[in-house]
């Protein structure tokens, strides 16, 4: 190459590259873009990350960008999207949403409502639906205890908590990771069937869920970035949430041991100081559960320890059912994930940071030694599940760029600067000799790295590939992975937003809609129920607000260590028509006025039904997918 094509060469470099005076000029401009702004909304646009979410090639610039502009309207979209979906819920999922929570609390307020045998021998904690308690009452001073609002604002209520965990969730995975990350994370998380199914749902393992991911943000993560959501952790915040969620339901204690136990090896230095503050805050937290019980049961209990006793050491929850050891991997986390489970799998192998993936496979681990085993069980680790999930689709979306090694030329610079005295010429032809070494450097990393892109070029080819065919194949690799993306994106929703549709208006809603039925009935007539089917299928008095006398076949466990013990559902199930003789014309007990039951059981308890002059009163469909002693519809039968 001739002289004057060796400057011309180090002209056009230069060129590309921005002075310092250029570079100051728009950071000042960006700072009087951002300085009118909110102070969150400047928080947020101090991170220089693209938005892969909101390319054009995915969602484009939509109004989902907007929301996510700052926390505050980030929450605020939140909270609408979880009462949304607390409105949109019409079906029963399991019978813990009602009788450990909202029947709890009807009972406080208005006197009347069922407690389960958990709740009379001590095992369950009046603090989460104390919270729901403090929610009726207030609707009872002010007279607007209507039976919709009984139903509908306890649901709002968890679904805010809900919006609350999406945040946090969204601020994890911001400061495990970065922005862009966070944003698809958040985007999983809401697409995600499962959560959309249950989060808002009155069930101790949606507020357990909600607590875990806020306390996991506060953590103080080792090694972790300063900046915008990587600021000083807060230990007594972390404390206070972890001891919070294990109070609630003990089954997060699973994930605190391993957690815990980790933050307290990284303090071994300050030992004493961070046991402390586990002590102070643990401690209050606790009195404070243990007053509320104390008021509530009439005496001091722990029932924390009595949960754990029955269910873990005594292992009392496989007398409602049990699953082989291999369950939650083989059906239960799939199932939950669904079609996030492949891009979870792949986030968590590329990803920097494994903690929450070693927590993933901890409690999973844990509870696959427990017998009795649960989808809902998992919903504390489906929040941290879903920041791998949006690893995958940054590492998928990030442009890919052509790394160029740093160059010593600054130092050649200096060292010819101070050998001017060796005059003006020899100076020339030192440059020129660092430039003519800097550009026969750049080339070859720029057709080394540009075989590696196009994939296309033998690694045995002599003929170097331009950089202008490497930023074309860098664009092609970039533009198709968007595409993949938007593919994934559409799948995502093309099959979950249907499965929470499903799920969330038909399957299982039969249960729901006979107490409607049952509340209008009690305004015409003198009643009492009768409840034929699985124990706990239905709500109770919480879905009713009406006192009338109504029954169900009980499903205890064998706490009095009976021999040859057989509990009265299973006992009706064995022989329903004698059993139904046995309890009425036997004794000779009136009738009850309604018999509710799945259609299964018509024809064994017909019979009865004609001698004893019943009417069929309604049909209400329930469930597509009927197992057991659940049927396609529920029945009433009135006399």
């Known amino acids: 190459m001739t002289k004057d094509g060796k400057c011309a060469a180090t002209i056009r470099r230069r060129k590309m590259k921005h002075g310092p005076d250029e570079l100051d000029q728009a950071r000042n401009t960006n700072k009087l873009n951002t300085s009118n702004l909110p102070e969150d909304e400047q928080i947020y646009n101090k991170e220089e990350e693209e938005g892969y979410l909101f390319d054009d090639e995915i969602l484009g610039p939509s109004i989902i960008k907007t929301i996510m502009s700052s926390e505050r309207k980030l929450f605020s979209g939140l909270i609408a999207l979880r009462i949304v979906n607390a409105l949109f819920i019409q079906t029963s999922y399991v019978p813990d949403e009602y009788w450990q929570s909202l029947e709890v609390s009807h009972n406080i ?16 904690a009046y603090l989460y639906p104390s919270m729901f308690a403090i929610l009726y009452k207030f609707l009872a001073i002010f007279g607007l205890d209507h039976r919709l609002l009984l139903i509908k604002l306890p649901r709002v209520l968890q679904g805010i908590f809900a919006a609350w965990g999406d945040l946090y969730l969204y601020k994890l995975s911001w400061k495990l990771a970065d922005r862009a990350t966070a944003q698809w994370t958040l985007f999983c998380q809401i697409t995600s069937w499962f959560t959309l199914y249950c989060c808002t749902r009155t069930l101790t393992n949606s507020m357990e869920s909600v607590l875990v991911t806020v306390a996991l943000y506060y953590f103080p993560w080792p090694n972790i970035r300063s900046g915008t959501h990587g600021k000083k952790s807060s230990t007594w915040k972390f404390v206070s949430l972890a001891v919070l969620s294990v109070l609630i339901r003990p089954t997060a204690a699973i994930t605190w041991v391993l957690m815990c136990s980790w933050h307290v090896q990284l303090n071994a230095a300050k030992l004493w100081k961070t046991i402390r503050v586990y002590l102070q805050y643990g401690s209050v937290l606790l009195l404070i559960s243990v007053l509320v019980d104390r008021i509530f049961y009439g005496e001091w ?82 929040p941290v599940s879903m920041h791998y999930c949006g690893v995958f689709f940054q590492t998928l979306c990030k442009k890919p760029s052509l790394k160029k090694k740093k160059h010593k030329s600054a130092k050649t610079s200096e060292s010819n600067q101070k050998a001017g005295s060796k005059g003006s010429t020899e100076n ?139 509990d009265e559902a299973d006992d009706f199930y064995n022989d329903p028509l004698y059993w139904l ?19 299964r059981l018509k024809p064994e308890i017909s019979e009865f039904l004609t001698q004893t002059g019943y009417n069929h009163c309604g049909t209400f469909f329930h469930t597509h997918l009927p197992e057991g002693r659940v049927g396609h519809n529920v029945l009433v039968s009135c006399r």
């Open 301 to 382: 209990i722990l029932v924390q320890y009595n949960f754990l006793e029955f269910n873990v050491l005594h292992g009392g929850s496989a007398f409602y059912g049990s699953h082989p050891w291999h369950w939650y991997i083989t059906q239960g986390y799939p199932v939950v994930m669904a079609t996030h489970l492949i891009p979870f799998l792949i986030g968590g192998w590329y990803s920097k940071h494994k903690v929450l993936l070693m927590l993933i496979i901890w409690n999973i681990f844990i509870y696959s030694f427990l017998a009795h085993k649960e989808f809902r069980f998992l919903l504390q680790i489906l």
């Open 581 to 599: 003789k046995k309890q009425y014309h036997f004794q000779r007990k009136p009738p009850p006025s309604h018999i509710v039951y799945f259609d």
């Open 428 to 566: 020339d032809q030192n440059q020129t000799s660092a430039d003519s070494e800097e550009s026969r450097t750049e080339n070859t990393t720029e057709n080394i790295e540009t075989r590696d892109i196009l994939g296309n070029v033998e690694s045995s080819s002599k003929v170097p590939v331009s950089a202008e065919d490497a930023q074309v194949a860098q664009e092609m690799t970039h533009k198709s992975n968007l595409l993949k993306a938007w593919i994934l994106v559409m799948v995502f929703l093309l099959i979950n937003i249907p499965a929470t549709v499903y799920f969330g208006l038909i399957h299982q809603r039969g249960t729901v809609v006979v107490m409607k039925f049952l509340y209008d009935e009690s305004f015409e007539k003198n009643m009492d129920v009768l409840f034929l089917m699985p124990c706990h299928s239905t709500p109770y008095y919480s879905y009713l607000h009406r006192n009338i006398s109504m029954r169900f076949l009980t499903c205890e466990p064998n706490l009095s260590k009976k021999e040859h013990y057989i």
């Open 109 to 124: 307020v208005f006197g009347y409502g069922y407690l389960t045998w958990e709740w009379v021998h001590g095992l369950r």
